[in-house]
C-alpha cells in the first residue's frame, strides 16, 4: 500500500511520489525508481510524456480517461487522503471507450453521462468501489478530486454484482448483465436497452402492503380466535374433559407448528408472490401436485367462509333468544337468514374496497381480547345470581377441575362421541394459521412476515385454548337445568336448595334433558362473563373477522392458480381489478360456494369436511419441506435453519393420520378429488417449468440409476438397440429418423446427430435443439437431439460415436443414410462416408445403413413449419455472420426459460416476439399426430403433393400384410436377426411376415443346415414365417450384372498400383477381390428373385476390411445390394452376442 502526496507526471516530465510498484495509475506505470511514466499499450517504458501507443480498436485496451483532455486543459489532477483503485495495465482487457465517451471531456471537467445523469456534477462526489482481487488491484492513497471520475460501466463490459441482475429471470426483459457472447466476442455489440423494472409492475407502487404485525399475526390471532373459541372450546371441555380437551389442543398445535415450521423453510427459500400456500407448494412440489391442492385449498377457504358465518348467526340467533325475540320460529332457517344476509353485506364490503381492513384489524383484535379477558374475569368473579348458579356455573372449584378432568363422551344429534370425533370439530380452528400466508402477494416481506407472525400466534393461541379451556372445566359443570325457582320455605337458602337440584338431569332424553352446562350450552363463555354483550361483542368480531379473511383468501388463490393457466376454462377468474388487482369475479365465486354450505346451517357437519381440505392442504406442506430437503437440490437454500425434513415427515404423517381418524370416508373423498385434480393437470401439460424438487428429484434418480448401471456388467438378456442416428435436423430426414424410433420406441435410446460446417453461437444452438424437440414432440418420437460444429461429417461424427452418452446410456449402433450421390460428390465426401464406418467398427460400434427407393433427404426439397418457426430457416442463418440469429432470441436465455415464469412475470418487450411452446397450438387429446400436410410446405412455400407426403412418413403408416426379409448372411452376434424382429413386433408392422434367407455350407446338406437354423431360431424365440437356405451363392453372376457392376466402377478404375489415398480401384485390388465382388454380384440377383416386392429388406452389411478394399470399390458392392429395391438396411453387429437362448 502506498501513500502519501502522489503527483502524476506533467507533459514535460518531472517526479511523482512513491507508487506501489508494477501498478498503473490510469495509464502510469511505476518503474520503481519513484517515476511514473506512461504505459503504452506495446507494453514498453515511456519516455515521461504523456504519449500512448493505442491500438487500431479501443475494445481492448483500458484507456486513461485523463488522455482525452483537451490539450489547452490546465493541467493534471492531484491524489492525496482519498483510496483510489487502479488496475495493472493490461493491452488485452475488454474494457470499451468508444468515441460517445470520449466527447465527455473538456476543460478538465466531465460531462453528464447519458447512462448516469448525475456524472459530472461538481456538487455531488462520484463514487469510486474499491476492488481488492489478489494482485490485480492496488489501492492508492492520496487527494482524488472527483470532477474526473467515470462511472465503472464505463471502462468495462463486465457487470458487477447487482439483485437487479437475478431479478425475473423468466421475463423476456433480462436486467443488465451482458451475454457471454458479447464479453467473449469483441465483434458482438451489445445493443442499448431502456432500464427494466426488475419484474415490479407499475402498479406495485400504489399497492397496499403489510407488515409482519397487521399482515400475518393479526390475521392469524384473528383467525384462530374464532368461533371455535367462542362457540366449541367448553362443548369440546364437557366431552373430552379437561386433561383430554389439553391434549386435543397440544396435539393440533403439534401439527400447526410443524406445518408452520415447514411453511418458514419454504416462504424463506426465495421471494413468495400471490398465492400463498398454493403458491409454495406448486413451487416446491410442482404444478400437478399445486395445482390439485390448490383447487381444493381454495374450496377450503370459501367453506370456511360459510362456518364462521354460520358461527355469527348462531351466536346473534342465541342472543336475539335470550331478548325474547326470533327471525322466525325454526332456529335453523334463522341461522339460514342471518347466515345469507351476512355473506351478501361482506362480500360487498370486500368488492368495494379492503383499505380500511389493515385498521380495522386491530380494532377487532381488542374487541377480541377484551372479550377474553371479561371472560377470566367473570371466572375469578364468580355467579352473580341465583340463575347464573342454576346454569352451571359455580366458579372456580378444585372438586368441579378433577370432576371435569376425565371425558364423558355422549350421544349428540350428530352421533356417538369419542376424541377423534371431537378432535375433527376442534380442528379448524387451527386453520387460521394460513390466514397470513394467503395473502403473501400483499405483505411487505413474506420471507420475514410468515415464520414470524404465524409461529408466534400458533404460541399465543395454543396458551390461550389451554387456559379457557381449564377455567371453563373449573368453573362451569357439565349438566345443568337451569331452574333457579325457590320455594318459600328454602328462601332464606336459596343456593343450597338450587345446588340439590340444579344437576338433576334426564341424560338419556337429548330433547328433554338439560339445556345448560358444559354439554348442553354453546353460550357458556357469555355466562361466565363479567359482561355478558360484551363476549358477543367478541364473538361477532371473532367470527366476521376470520369470515373477511377467508373470503379474501380462497379468491386470492384462486386467481393464482387461475392466471398459471394449469386447468383450461379458469383464465376468467384469473381478472384482477384496480391497484391491488383485487379478484373481484373470484370474490362472487367464492360468495355462491359459501352460501350453498351456509343454508346447511349445522357447523359440526361443515367442520370436518374443512379439517380434511386443510390437513391435504398441510400434509403437502411438511412434504414439500421434507422432500426439497431429502432431495436437496442447489436453489434449497431457505434462510429459516429452525426446521428439520424429518419432523416435516413426522407432520405429514400425522395430517395424513388425523384426516382417516377424523372420518375415513371424508379423507378417501379428498384424496380422490385430489388425484382426479392431479392427473388432469398431467393430461393437460401445462407449458410452466418453476424448477420444483420433483424436477430434481428426476435428476437426482437419473444420475443414481446411470450410476448403478454403470457397476453392473452387461448381460445379452438385457441388451438393448441405443441408436446414433446421423440424421441432421430431424425434420431433413423424417424417415431415417423414423425409422430409428421404430427401433428404440420405448425400449432404449435414440440420439439424432446434426454436424454443422460451420460456427455456431449459443443461441443458435439452443434454437436448433428446440427446433428438433418441437419436431420430436410433434411426431411423438422419443429422442435426444446432439448438434457439433465446425467440423467435417467425418470429424463430426468421430466426435458423436467417442463422446456422446453417459456410461452404459451410450450409443451402441450407428445408423446412418445411405449416400445416394456417391459417384458424383467430391472424393472427400466420399472418404468420410467410408471413414465413419471404419470410424464406428474400431470402437465396436454396430453399423447400419439405410436406404429408401427416393432417398432420405428432404432439406432441399420441402420445408418443416411448426406454427411460424423454419427449421430451414435456422440452418441458411449459419452461413450469416456470428450474432445474425441474435435478434430474434432474448438476451441470456435459454429457449425452455423463456415460456417458463411465475404468475405475473412475463414482461415481455413491445419490440420482442418469441413464439414458445406454450402459445402454440395444443396438439388433440386424441392421441393422432397433427396433420402433417398442414407442417411441411414446399420450398416455395406451396402444399406438398400426397407423394412426397407418402415418402415422408413411409415408416409412420401400418403395413398390413407385407413382408420383412431377413438375409443374414454371417454371423455378427444376431443383430441382424433381433432388428427386424424388434420392427415385427411394433404395432404398424406386427400383421407383417418375417422371412429369414441364410447361406448353406454344402448343397448336399441342405436339409441339415435348414433344420439346424430352424432349432436355432427356436431357441431364440424368434417368430418367422418362412426360413430359406440359400445353396448357390458362389455361382458366377451372370453377364448383366457383371456389366452393371463394371460400368458402375468404371469412373473411379486407376490403371497404376497406387490407390491414391483409397478413392480410386486399382486392377491389383479388383484381382485379390474378385471372389468377393463375384459373391455380392450374385447377391443382387438373388435378392431381385426374391425380396424384389418385400416391405423391408434386412441384409449383413459387408466388411470393409481395412486396407483392403477402397472406398469406390465398397460403394459399389452396397450400391449392388441396395439398387432398385424397396427399403434396405444393411446392418453390421459389433460381433457380440445380442441374442441368447438361455433363461
Keep these: 500500500m502506498a501513500t502519501g ?15 506501489n510498484s508494477g501498478a498503473t495509475l490510469l495509464g502510469y506505470k511505476d518503474y520503481g525508481n519513484g517515476s ?49 483503485v487502479v488496475h495493472e495495465s493490461d493491452s488485452d482487457d475488454e474494457s470499451n471507450f468508444d468515441a460517445e465517451n470520449a466527447g465527455r471531456y473538456s476543460n478538465g471537467h466531465v460531462s453528464p453521462s447519458p447512462f448516469n445523469p448525475s456524472e459530472g456534477n461538481n456538487d455531488e462526489a462520484s463514487k469510486v468501489e474499491s476492488h481488492n482481487t489478489h494482485n490485480n488491484t492496488h489501492t492508492v492513497t ?22 437487479d441482475n437475478y431479478r425475473n429471470m423468466m421475463s423476456i426483459q433480462a436486467a443488465y448483465r451482458p451475454t457471454l457472447d458479447e464479453l467473449h466476442n469483441i465483434t458482438v455489440h451489445r445493443k442499448p436497452t431502456g432500464p427494466t423494472s426488475g419484474g415490479d409492475s407499475p402498479a406495485e407502487g400504489g399497492m397496499v402492503k403489510f407488515g409482519w404485525v397487521k399482515g400475518v399475526f393479526v390475521r392469524c390471532l384473528l383467525n384462530i380466535w374464532g368461533v371455535m373459541l367462542f362457540l366449541r372450546v367448553s362443548w369440546v371441555t364437557g366431552q373430552a374433559g379437561i386433561g383430554q380437551t389439553m391434549l386435543i389442543i397440544l396435539s393440533t398445535s403439534v401439527v400447526t407448528f410443524i406445518t408452520s415450521l415447514s411453511m418458514a423453510a419454504i416462504s424463506t427459500n426465495g421471494v413468495v408472490k400471490g398465492g400463498g400456500t398454493y403458491y409454495m407448494i406448486s413451487r416446491s412440489l410442482g404444478p400437478e401436485f399445486g395445482a390439485s391442492i390448490g383447487l381444493i385449498f381454495a374450496v377450503a377457504n370459501a367453506v370456511a367462509v360459510a362456518m364462521y358465518t354460520v358461527g355469527f348467526a348462531e351466536s346473534l340467533v342465541d342472543l336475539l333468544e335470550s331478548l325474547g325475540t326470533k327471525v322466525v320460529d325454526d332456529p335453523g332457517n334463522s341461522v339460514r337468514i342471518i347466515g345469507s344476509v351476512a355473506i351478501i353485506i361482506l362480500t360487498c364490503v370486500v368488492v368495494v374496497g379492503m383499505e380500511w381492513e389493515a385498521t380495522a384489524q386491530v380494532g377487532l383484535l381488542a374487541i377480541l381480547v377484551a372479550a377474553m379477558i371479561d371472560f377470566v374475569i367473570g371466572c375469578f368473579i364468580g355467579p352473580l345470581s341465583d340463575e347464573e348458579y342454576s346454569k352451571g356455573f359455580v366458579g372456580i372449584s378444585g372438586s368441579l377441575f378433577a370432576e371435569n378432568f376425565q371425558p364423558d363422551y355422549r350421544l349428540t344429534k350428530e352421533g356417538d362421541q369419542n376424541f377423534f370425533s371431537v378432535f375433527s370439530i376442534f380442528f379448524p380452528a387451527a386453520t387460521g394459521i394460513l390466514a397470513g400466508a394467503n395473502i403473501s402477494g400483499d405483505l411487505e416481506d413474506p420471507q420475514a ?7 408466534l400466534a400458533i404460541i399465543v393461541t395454543t396458551v390461550s385454548y389451554l387456559a379457557f379451556a381449564a377455567l371453563a372445566g373449573a368453573c362451569v359443570v357439565r349438566d345443568a337445568t337451569g331452574n333457579f325457582t325457590v320455594p318459600d320455605w328454602a328462601i332464606n337458602n336459596s343456593r343450597e336448595y338450587i345446588d340439590s337440584t340444579y344437576r338433576d ?85 367464492t360468495f355462491f360456494v359459501a352460501l350453498a354450505f351456509i343454508l346447511i346451517a349445522e357447523l359440526n357437519y361443515i367442520a370436518p369436511l374443512i379439517s380434511n381440505f386443510f390437513l391435504a392442504a398441510y400434509a403437502l406442506v411438511n412434504f414439500s419441506t421434507f422432500h426439497a430437503s431429502l432431495i436437496k437440490p442447489v436453489g434449497w437454500r431457505p434462510t429459516f435453519k429452525y426446521y428439520n425434513m424429518w419432523l416435516s415427515l413426522v407432520g405429514f404423517v400425522l395430517c395424513v393420520a388425523v384426516m382417516f381418524l377424523i372420518s375415513w370416508s371424508t379423507a378417501l373423498l379428498t384424496f380422490a378429488a385430489i388425484l382426479i385434480l392431479y392427473l388432469l393437470v398431467i393430461y393437460n401439460k401445462p407449458d410452466v417449468n418453476w424448477g420444483s424438487s420433483t424436477q430434481a428429484q428426476r435428476y437426482n434418480a437419473a444420475l443414481k440409476s446411470i450410476h448403478e448401471l454403470n457397476s453392473i456388467e452387461e448381460h445379452v438378456k438385457n441388451y438393448r438397440p441405443q441408436i446414433l442416428c446421423l440424421s441432421g435436423l430431424p425434420s431433413a430426414r423424417p424417415p431415417l429418423v423414423d425409422f430409428a424410433h421404430l427401433i428404440t420406441k420405448n425400449l432404449s435410446l435414440l440420439v439424432s446427430g446434426h454436424i ?34 465446425e467440423v467435417d461429417f467425418e470429424q463430426g461424427a468421430r466426435s458423436l460415436l467417442q463422446s456422446y452418452g453417459v456410461g452404459k446410456v451410450s450409443p451402441n449402433i450407428l445408423l446412418m443414410g445411405y449416400k445416394q450421390n456417391w459417384q458424383n460428390c467430391s472424393r472427400d465426401e466420399l472418404l468420410h462416408f467410408f471413414n465413419t464406418i471404419h470410424k464406428s467398427l474400431d470402437l465396436h460400434i454396430s453399423v447400419t445403413v439405410l436406404r429408401v427407393e427416393h432417398g432420405l433427404d428432404f432439406s432441399k426439397k420441402v420445408t418443416f413449419d411448426d406454427d411460424g418457426n423454419d427449421l430451414s430457416s435456422i440452418a441458411e442463418s449459419n452461413k450469416n455472420k456470428l450474432s445474425s440469429s441474435d435478434e430474434s432470441l432474448p438476451r441470456n436465455q435459454s429457449l425452455s426459460q423463456m415460456s417458463q415464469a411465475s404468475s405475473g412475470d412475463i414482461t415481455p418487450s ?22 402433417l400436410s398442414a407442417l411441411y410446405k414446399n420450398i416455395d412455400g406451396s402444399s406438398v403433393t400426397r407423394d412426397v407426403l407418402d415418402r415422408i412418413t413411409q415408416f409412420q403408416k401400418k403395413y398390413k400384410h407385407g413382408t420383412i426379409d431377413v438375409w443374414w448372411l454371417y454371423d455378427d452376434g444376431g443383430l441382424t436377426l433381433l432388428l427386424p424382429y424388434i420392427i415385427n413386433t411394433r404395432e404398424k408392422w406386427a400383421t407383417c411376415k418375417l422371412r429369414v434367407f441364410a447361406l448353406a455350407n454344402k448343397k448336399d446338406e441342405l436339409d441339415d443346415e435348414q433344420r439346424r437354423m430352424a432349432e436355432m431360431l427356436a431357441k431364440f424365440r424368434i417368430d418367422y414365417s418362412d426360413l430359406i437356405m440359400i445353396p448357390d451363392y458362389n455361382r458366377k453372376p451372370q453377364e448383366t450384372t457383371q456389366r452393371f457392376f463394371d460400368n458402375m466402377i468404371a469412373p473411379f478404375r486407376s490403371e497404376g498400383t497406387d490407390q491414391e489415398a483409397g478413392t480410386y480401384i486399382t486392377d491389383t485390388e479388383l484381382l485379390a477381390l474378385k471372389d468377393k465382388n463375384n459373391r455380392n454380384m450374385r447377391l443382387r440377383e438373388l435378392l ?16 470393409p476390411k481395412k486396407g483392403i478394399v477402397s472406398a469406390p470399390l465398397y460403394m459399389a458392392w452396397l450400391e449392388l445390394l441396395t439398387f432398385d429395391m424397396p427399403p434396405f438396411l444393411l446392418v453390421r453387429g459389433n460381433q457380440q452376442s445380442v441374442l441368447t437362448f438361455y433363461s
Design 910 to 931: 413491445a419490440d420482442s416476439k418469441v413464439t414458445t411452446k406454450s402459445e402454440a397450438p395444443k396438439e388433440k387429446k386424441s392421441g393422432q399426430r397433427k396433420d
Design 36 to 84: 511514473v511514466s506512461p504505459t503504452p499499450a506495446n507494453g514498453t517504458r515511456g519516455d515521461g510524456n504523456l504519449q500512448m501507443n493505442l491500438p487500431e480498436s479501443s475494445e481492448s485496451l483500458f484507456i486513461n480517461p485523463l488522455a482525452q483532455l483537451s490539450k489547452e486543459s490546465c493541467g493534471y489532477p492531484q491524489y492525496e487522503g482519498t483510496a483510489l
Design 5 to 19: 502526496h502522489h503527483t502524476p507526471v506533467s507533459p514535460t516530465g518531472g517526479s511523482s511520489g512513491p507508487v
Design 142 to 163: 492520496g487527494s482524488y478530486d472527483t470532477k474526473y471520475a467515470k462511472s465503472f460501466r464505463h471502462f468495462t463490459r463486465e457487470a458487477l454484482p447487482r439483485l
Design 756 to 789: 454443422v460446417k460451420s460456427n455456431l453461437n449459443r443461441r443458435q444452438r439452443l434454437a436448433l435443439n428446440q427446433l428438433a424437440q418441437n419436431w420430436f414432440h410433434i411426431n411423438k418420437v422419443k429422442g435426444f437431439f446432439c448438434v457439433v460444429d
Design 505 to 589: 338431569c334426564n341424560l338419556t332424553d337429548l330433547d328433554t334433558g338439560c339445556k345448560w352446562g358444559l354439554m348442553n350450552s354453546f353460550q357458556v363463555m357469555e355466562l361466565v362473563s363479567a359482561w355478558g354483550p360484551l363476549i358477543y361483542a367478541g364473538c361477532f368480531a371473532a367470527t366476521l373477522s376470520s369470515a373477511l379473511a377467508s373470503l379474501v383468501s380462497a379468491p386470492k388463490v384462486f386467481q393464482a392458480l387461475c392466471n398459471d393457466r394449469l386447468y383450461p376454462g379458469l383464465e376468467f377468474f384469473g381478472k384482477g381489478y384496480g391497484k391491488n388487482n383485487e379478484p373481484v369475479r373470484g370474490y362472487v365465486l
Design 449 to 455: 412476515a410468515i415464520p414470524k407472525g404465524t409461529l
Design 1088 to 1103: 431381385m428373385e426374391n425380396s424384389r416386392r418385400s416391405d423391408l429388406v434386412v441384409m449383413t452389411l459387408p466388411m
